[in-house]
């Protein structure tokens, strides 16, 4: 009798030390790097290869900016990122309307003044990048423009559209966009994250791409 208790001790143990080893084995690296901003409950995920910019460069590079009203808007960021499989990718890549051969990630989340959280429609959302809803609704003429998906957005801790589309951009090469701009349940925050690239590199990586707008989530504060 202790012979067998011997016995299944260590057979358990074995079994024990064969499971952990394919538990072990089966994890592997992490494929993508988990992107978070916790006070607003704001988080995506990309490819762990990926090569980021930081809050710090973005706001660098538009600290620059000699546009009207362009201190008081980032002034108003609590935070921003952005992602691209290219390490040649930089903050002026990011701001820019022209199409690039390599995806870009892009998240900000900013407060509202309150002299715009009444202002703001779903319209307005739309419209953060391009005049989208003028060019849907065919009141103003879009370059090579074709609405591939519109809809809305609802998550807990906010709401507002997610429209894809491609267009003709400033270096006339065909450009798909991908974007979520929602606002919290106050109105007094905005979420924007958009996926980008030329038209060819979007199908090439439309796969990945989707995966990390499908992740994007907002929990709220």
């Avoid at 260590?10 to 024990?16: E, F, H, K, N």
């Avoid at 060819?200 to 439309?206: A, D, E, F, L, S």
Wanted: with cysteine; charged share 20%.
């Amino acid at each position: 009798m202790i012979l067998n208790l011997k016995r299944s001790k260590t057979l358990q143990i074995s079994i024990l030390a064969l499971s952990l080893i394919l538990i072990s084995s089966g994890c592997g690296n992490p494929t993508n790097e988990f992107v978070s901003f916790k006070e607003d409950g704001v988080y995506f995920t990309v490819p762990t290869e990926w090569h980021a910019i930081s809050n710090q460069e973005l706001s660098d590079y538009e600290a620059k900016s000699t546009d009207a009203g362009a201190a008081e808007r980032l002034a108003a960021v609590k935070w921003q990122v952005a992602y691209s499989p290219s390490p040649n990718i930089k903050p002026t890549d990011v701001f820019s309307i022209a199409a690039k051969e390599s995806p870009i990630v892009f998240l900000r989340i900013r407060n509202l003044y309150p002299s715009e959280v009444n202002a703001v429609s779903f319209n307005a959302l739309r419209d953060i990048v391009v005049p989208l809803s003028s060019w849907i609704d065919g009141s103003l003429a879009a370059p090579k423009f074709t609405l591939l998906d519109d809809q809305n957005f609802n998550d807990k801790g906010a709401t507002g559209k997610r429209s894809v589309f491609s267009f003709a951009a400033s270096n006339d090469k065909l450009e798909t966009i991908n974007q979520t701009v929602a606002l919290s349940p106050d109105r007094t925050v905005l979420y924007v994250l958009i996926v980008r690239c030329s038209a060819t590199c979007y199908t090439q990586n439309q796969s990945t791409l989707d995966k990390i707008t499908d992740s994007f989530t907002i929990r709220g504060r």
